[in-house]
T-cell receptor, first 114, second 119 residues
């Protein structure tokens, strides 16, 4: 039973298209994140939501729009895709006030823009 | 802003031997968490070990242990009795324990170290 699940796992699309990646966590966590892992494997935070409220918005182009319909879901919509958007996108979650502080990650969604 | 540095892009070890991966970080805070995550070719991010900064005792998880030097801002990972399944990219990560603020809950990663295990 997957704790943090992302769909789709792989996505190949053309420049200029709009696409979405969905994320769901069944851990009862309060906070969810989107991270981007580039071709050099560097992981950088994009967004963080706590109970559907945007907490962190790093310097991300406004073509990227996260949406959190409820605290178990955090979706990522990308408009007008560019070649540089090709990456692996990870969703993660964390419980507030928990003793351990770690993030639980999904399996990642590999986006390829042609 | 906090930064995490892994100075070893690649490391290799013989099966059953011990290897140490280095990590240093920069912060002005006194309360924080440090983590090592493993990313095998499957790309799943797997937590290996965590350390709370207020704890002086080094964390251990089976064959994995850390050497946490708070004053030196160093957090190395030691893998004992290395196994073929340990081959992966390893990431060191930092998270502030401070509540609130625009960086609240943010996990900052190092550049990663690719570990190869030779049979």
């Amino acid at each position: 039973d997957t704790a943090v699940s992302q769909t789709p796992k792989y996505l190949v699309t053309q420049m200029g298209n709009d696409k979405s990646i969905k994320c769901e966590q069944n851990l009862g966590h309060d906070t969810m994140y989107w991270y981007k892992q580039d071709s050099k494997k560097f992981l950088k935070i994009m967004f963080s939501y706590n109970n559907k409220e945007l907490i962190i918005n790093e310097t991300v182009p406004n073509r990227f729009s996260p949406k959190s319909p409820d605290k178990a879901h955090l979706n990522l919509h990308i408009n007008s895709l560019e070649l540089g958007d090709s990456a692996v996108y990870f969703c993660a979650s964390r419980i507030e006030g928990g003793p351990t502080g770690e993030l639980f990650f999904g399996e990642g969604s590999r986006l390829t823009v042609l | 802003a906090q930064t995490v540095t892994q100075s070893q892009p690649e490391m290799s070890v013989q099966e059953a031997e011990t290897v140490t991966l280095s990590c240093t970080y920069d912060t002005s805070e006194s309360d924080y968490y440090l983590f090592w995550y493993k990313q095998p070719p499957s790309r799943q991010m797997i937590l290996v070990i965590r350390q709370e900064a207020y704890k002086q005792q080094n964390a251990t998880e089976n064959r994995f242990s850390v050497n946490f030097q708070k004053a030196a801002k160093s957090f190395s990972l030691k893998i004992s009795d290395s196994q073929l399944g340990d081959a992966a990219m390893y990431f060191c990560a930092y998270r502030s324990a401070r509540a609130g603020g625009t960086s609240y809950g943010k996990l900052t990663f190092g550049q990663g170290t690719i570990l190869t295990v030779h049979p």
